[in-house]
């Protein structure tokens, strides 16, 4: 499928990506991976006045996943000047609907979430990953002090007073402190010898965009099944991401078929409530895990998205996540220098640690938690399960709260835009 970037104006030539090699630069900060959660740091940071590398590839973003943005993360966008640039090729979630289709003896009932219930026009929206990193780019290139190094990072070397990163095509930089969003696999995490726990959940996640017969009228439908949930979820139009978690060899056997076995599949999956399904060209598979590192900061390095937490695509929490740290990075960078502190000192990144540590803990809990019940054949645990969600959708300011939950943290502070307003948790539509 053709996706527009239509309204994403890139400078000719990225004015702004830096040919480093034979040479070697001193930053205040270096970011190294430009996924959705690197580009979004190294923009806050920047963007407040600090010297900045941001070093990745420049290539294209290379599949059709997609994100529901939820929360805080649409008005950190709005701060960074990119949200109104990709809002137009975004879905609005009006309504999330969980259905227990695990044919069990006990099962829960459906639960139905509505955004008026707590005061909101829209939960958030629904954006294909390449559409939000395109935005991403443009706005990292319009910003004179970030410089892209359009290059890998081959080894990292953290010291007492700076962190020195040879590149792939030569040369070096260095930075008072580094912020690893280089994904699952981070060489900056190993640099910083942050160890990571990590647990497979022997299952695999398919992900396929498809177009249907009936509109989604803005609403996402989770369908949870013995093997994990299968989600559905609004696209512009008559359209829809689907994210459908099974064991492995079902996740194979999904990949195998022709498009037209999976349309069906998929429409079989949904009980038809969108009609005839035609899955569109590109579809991914990908094993799921947990991961969680010891520390969100050493030696110089902080870590952001992937390279800080990894979980299930259950609730949406990843990239909102990953948005949360680069949002809390940046605050935190631009406070110490504004007092004269060093970035990249054991108190700035104790801070940093201590304010991701609670959310991230949390919210992989309870992923978790969600995913071992909806997998337990153990009655009890079915039972617990069926009446936890009966609870959650029968009594008013238990549903109110577990919205607002999902969203965000009820405890996280407000964070300052560039003119000094706070960012609320809420999310209007425009």
């Known amino acids: 499928m053709h996706i527009s970037n239509a309204g994403l104006k890139m400078p000719?030539?990225?004015?702004?990506?830096?040919?480093?090699?034979?040479?070697?630069?001193?930053?205040?900060v270096a970011v190294v991976g430009a996924g959705p959660a690197g580009l979004s740091a190294a923009i806050a940071i920047a963007q407040s006045g600090t010297r900045t590398a941001l070093i990745?590839?420049?290539?294209?973003?290379?599949?059709?996943?997609?994100?529901?943005?939820?929360?805080?993360?649409?008005?950190?966008?709005?701060?960074?000047?990119?949200?109104?640039?990709?809002?137009?090729?975004a879905a609005e979630l009006r309504t999330m609907r969980l259905v227990d289709?695990?044919?069990?003896?006990?099962?829960?009932?459906?639960?139905?979430?509505?955004?008026?219930?707590?005061?909101?026009?829209?939960?958030?929206?629904?954006?294909?990953?390449?559409?939000?990193?395109?935005?991403?780019e443009a706005r990292a290139a319009a910003i004179d002090n970030l410089a892209r190094l359009d290059d890998d990072a081959v080894a990292i070397n953290p010291s007492d007073d700076f962190v020195a990163i040879d590149l792939a095509r030569g040369g070096s930089i260095s930075a008072r402190l580094v912020?690893?969003?280089d994904g699952r696999h981070s060489l900056c995490r190993e640099a910083a010898g942050i160890a990571v726990k990590r647990r497979e959940l022997h299952q695999a996640a398919l992900t396929l965009n498809a177009s249907h017969s009936r509109p989604h009228h803005n609403i996402s439908t989770e369908f949870h099944t013995p093997q994990g949930p299968c989600v559905f979820v609004p696209l512009p139009g008559n359209r829809s991401s689907v994210v459908w978690v099974s064991e492995p060899k079902e996740a194979d056997r999904l990949m195998a078929l022709s498009d037209e076995e999976l349309s069906d599949a998929a429409e079989v999956r949904a009980h038809s409530v969108l009609g005839k399904m035609q899955v569109e060209p590109g579809r991914s598979q990908f094993p799921l895990a947990i991961e969680q590192p010891a520390t969100f900061a050493k030696a110089r390095i902080a870590l952001v998205g992937e390279a800080a937490h990894v979980l299930p695509p259950i609730g949406a929490q990843g990239l909102n996540m990953g948005l949360r740290d680069a949002a809390d990075i940046a605050e935190i960078v631009?406070?110490?220098?504004?007092?004269?502190?060093?970035?990249?000192?054991?108190?700035?990144?104790?801070?940093?640690?201590?304010?991701?540590?609670?959310?991230v803990v949390s919210r992989t809990f309870v992923v978790d938690m969600a995913n071992r019940s909806l997998l337990s054949a153990f009655l009890p645990m079915q039972s617990l399960r069926a009446a936890g969600l009966h609870l959650i959708g029968s009594f008013g300011p238990l549903r109110r709260l577990a919205m607002r939950e999902g969203l965000a943290p009820s405890w996280r502070t407000p964070q300052p835009n560039r003119s000094g307003a706070t960012e609320t948790p809420a999310v209007r539509s425009e």
């Not at 000719?12 to 205040?28: E, F, I, K, L, P």
């Not at 940093?352 to 609670?358: F, G, I, L, S």
Request: proline share 5%; aromatic share 6%; charged share 25%.
């Open 12 to 28: 000719q030539g990225m004015s702004n990506v830096r040919a480093m090699n034979g040479n070697s630069s001193v930053y205040d």
């Open 56 to 89: 990745a590839r420049h290539l294209p973003y290379g599949d059709n996943r997609t994100t529901a943005l939820l929360g805080g993360s649409i008005d950190f966008l709005q701060a960074l000047e990119v949200w109104p640039h990709c809002r137009d090729m």
């Open 101 to 136: 289709d695990t044919g069990r003896l006990i099962r829960a009932p459906e639960v139905k979430f509505t955004c008026d219930e707590i005061g909101l026009d829209v939960f958030g929206y629904n954006i294909e990953n390449r559409v939000l990193v395109a935005a991403l």
């Open 179 to 181: 912020v690893g969003a």
């Open 334 to 359: 631009r406070d110490a220098l504004a007092a004269s502190e060093d970035p990249g000192s054991p108190a700035a990144l104790g801070r940093y640690a201590a304010a991701r540590r609670p959310d």
